[in-house]
Every structure is written in C-alpha cells, then in structure tokens.
C-alpha cells in the first residue's frame, strides 16, 4: 500500500486547508487511518485518528480539524480550520490494519508527507 499526501500548502492564521491521502491498494477501507504532524525539531505528534466508530483527536485541534474518509475513493481528508502558526509542520498520513498501532503511530504504512505553512 502507497499513501500519497496533498493539499499541503501556505496561509494566514485563520486560514483553511484541506489535506488529502490516497491510498493504493484494495484494503485500505478496512484500515484504521491516522494523521500525525511534524514540525522542526521535534518529534512527530498524534494529529487525529478515525476508525469506524471511533474518531480521536489531539487536545490542540480544540475542534479545529476533521478527519473523515471516502473508501470509494481510497481516500481520507484532515480538514484544518482556523489554522495557528503551531501548527506549522509536515503532516502525514498513515494507515493500517491495527488500530492500536496505528493510534501510536506504529502501524504498517506512511506517507511522504505534505508541508502546512501559517503565518502570522
């Protein structure tokens, strides 16, 4: 399985994006699907997490962000409102049949990720 990023990019704070993750492959609808972010000299941080029934968010989205899925389309989406400049980073997607693994960030695929820009 490929997990391919986008819709990264530069705004102001306030600003929205959009950030997509396709998948290749046939079983990403039975996937757990995960977003994680890293910014400069850190490490990577938990962003938000969606398996059926069970959508989990980082304490500094503060109702934010949405994750939410297209399996039709062997696609998730982070929608990121009122972006802050913390939340500069490169964000990554990632996906794979264990759920708990996934949600620490230990599961099987990532992506390259996509680089979100805010300033101030």
């Known amino acids: 399985v490929q997990l391919v990023e986008s819709g990264g990019g530069s705004v102001q704070a306030g600003g929205s994006l959009r950030l997509s993750c396709v998948a290749s492959?046939?079983?990403?609808?039975?996937?757990?699907v995960a977003w994680f972010r890293q910014a400069p000299g850190r490490e990577r941080e938990f962003v938000a997490f969606?398996?059926?029934?069970?959508?989990e968010y980082a304490t500094f989205v503060k109702g934010r962000f949405t994750v939410f899925r297209d399996n039709g389309k062997n696609s998730a989406y982070l929608q990121m409102n009122n972006l802050e400049p913390s939340d500069t980073a490169t964000y990554y997607c990632?996906?794979?049949?264990?759920?708990?693994?996934?949600?620490?960030?230990?599961?099987?695929?990532w992506g390259r990720g996509t680089q979100v820009t805010v300033s101030s």
């Open positions: 990632h996906a794979g049949p264990s759920y708990s693994s996934v949600r620490h960030g230990l599961g099987a695929y």
């Open positions: 492959g046939s079983d990403f609808g039975s996937y757990a």
């Open positions: 969606w398996v059926p029934l069970n959508i």
